[in-house]
């Protein structure tokens, strides 16, 4: 089965600063990794996928299967930034399976002036 | 397009009462998921439907139940609230594998309190 860690409930940086989310995964087939973010009172929403290799919005996450990892990043945080982000992995290739997405617990990201 | 909707926004049930969240979305997809928000839990699958006439079950199904009679509509059914099932909802709807937009879009949620 697979498995999603984010192990920080919580992250205060100040604005300016580099963020740095964890995300860790656990999965027996080959991979598809996401991050959903949800700003305050707003639904969650698509943020990037390992695949596409993308920049949005000054964030990136890196898929590194050796260490089981697909850390988000931004060298500057923002004010704006401040949200809740969700690492998820989908069980694509399961017969059946859709695009079943498995979430990790989420962090809290606080961006302070 | 207004993308997935839910119906309704919040509600307040006493334990032992039946209710029905309704999920609706117009952007002909194939898929859709049911989800439950918890502090600390993340999301988790309740769920799930991939195609008109289909449903299954996800991670954590027990005292719900689902039913996918139109394309665009997703409906989860409480038969019997619980305290343990106050949560906020949310539903989820995605193309199918292989189309290559693997996104899912989720819902505005809903905030269920069970008394």
């Known amino acids: 089965a697979q498995r999603v860690t984010q192990p920080e409930k919580l992250l205060s940086v100040f604005k300016g600063a580099p963020v740095e989310l964890k995300c860790n995964y656990s999965y027996s087939g080959s991979p598809e990794l996401f991050w959903y973010v949800q700003y305050s009172r707003q639904r969650l929403q698509l943020l990037l996928r390992?695949?596409s290799r993308e920049s949005i919005k000054g964030f990136t996450a890196d898929l590194n299967k050796g260490e089981t990892s697909f850390h988000l990043k931004k060298p500057f945080a923002q004010e704006e930034d401040s949200a809740m982000y969700y690492c998820?992995?989908?069980?694509?290739?399961?017969?059946?399976?859709?695009?079943?997405?498995?979430f990790g617990t989420g962090t809290q990201l606080k961006v302070e002036l | 397009n207004a993308g997935v909707t839910q119906t309704p926004k919040f509600r307040v049930l006493k334990t032992g009462q039946s209710m029905t969240l309704l999920c609706a979305q117009d952007?002909?997809?194939?898929?859709m998921y049911w989800y439950r928000q918890d502090p600390g839990m993340g999301l988790r699958l309740i769920h799930y439907?991939?195609?008109?006439?289909?449903?299954a079950k996800g991670e954590v199904p027990d005292g719900y139940n689902v039913s996918r009679l139109k394309k665009q509509n997703f409906l989860l059914g409480l038969e019997s609230a619980a305290p343990s099932q106050t949560s906020v909802y949310f539903c989820a709807s995605s193309s199918a594998p292989g189309t290559g937009i693997d996104e899912q879009f989720f819902g505005p949620g809903t905030r269920l309190t069970v008394l």
């Open positions: 439907s991939v195609g008109e006439g289909t449903t």
């Open positions: 998820a992995l989908s069980a694509r290739g399961v017969t059946g399976g859709g695009n079943k997405l498995t």
């Open positions: 390992h695949i």
């Open positions: 952007m002909n997809h194939e898929y």
